[in-house]
């Protein structure tokens, strides 16, 4: 069975162009999450989807970033326009019992923002 | 400041040693889990934990859930290069914050061999 499938793997921008990262999560997990890692620090949740609603996106900086889930399958984070500070590695996770059962992450997208 | 605190930071020992990494929290959670993640991947799911004072045992690595659900330990018997990584608790079902997981900032181990 296919793991979280994210891509880019890196992606190297200049400051104020825009962005999109992809995920395509394991089949049948219903609920998908993005997270942002900073170097030396843990993940943290940008927005989380259950099928094709987003249902907590209080952590997603809404001013530059957009997300969507079309048909409750793949789905893409976007910024416009990226910021330096937006330097970090954006993770894809799905889990199909929620967050007591654990997440499956995919490799995730390293942004250098320069 | 971190919901969930993890330490050390780093630690840095010798293959054949033992080690002990720690995961505490002011705040209850339902479960507790266990995730070693590698440079340039993503964290990879080792254990999970829902019961006060539970304990699993995964080959040399132990992971043990506190009484209260407040904290959680992970230990590693006679460590080797290969365990060598981001170890990152995450906790799940605490009602502050939803059905969602918090992670704490990890402990970066390195095993010398």
């Known amino acids: 069975e296919a793991g979280v499938v994210q891509s880019p793997r890196y992606k190297i921008i200049e400051k104020k162009q825009p962005v999109a990262f992809w995920c395509n999560p394991i089949?049948?997990?219903?609920?998908l999450y993005w997270y942002r890692q900073n170097l030396g620090q843990g993940p943290e949740l940008l927005i989380r989807y259950e099928n094709e609603e987003a249902v907590d996106d209080s952590q997603l900086p809404k001013d530059r970033f957009s997300a969507e889930r079309l048909k409750g399958v793949d789905s893409t984070l976007k910024i416009q326009p990226a910021e330096l500070g937006d330097s970090a590695v954006y993770l894809c996770?799905?889990?199909?019992?929620?967050?007591?059962?654990?997440?499956?992450f995919g490799s995730g997208t390293r942004l250098t923002v320069v | 400041t971190q919901l969930l605190e993890q330490s050390p930071q780093f630690l840095s020992i010798q293959e054949g040693e033992n080690l002990t990494v720690y995961c505490n929290s002011s705040s209850v959670f339902s479960s507790l889990q266990w995730y070693r993640q590698e440079p340039g991947e993503g964290p990879v799911l080792l254990v999970t934990?829902?019961?006060?004072?539970e304990v699993k045992k995964l080959k040399r690595l132990t992971f043990q859930f506190g009484d209260a659900r407040k904290d959680s330990s992970l230990h590693i018997t006679a460590a080797q290069p290969g365990d060598t990584g981001l170890y990152l608790c995450?906790?799940?079902?605490?009602?502050?914050?939803?059905?969602?997981?918090?992670f704490g900032a990890g402990t970066i181990l390195r095993v010398k061999s």
């Open positions: 996770a799905s889990s199909l019992r929620g967050a007591n059962y654990g997440y499956t």
């Open positions: 089949s049948g997990h219903n609920t």
């Open positions: 995450a906790g799940g079902g605490n009602m502050e914050y939803g059905n969602k997981l918090v």
């Open positions: 934990v829902v019961t006060g004072g």
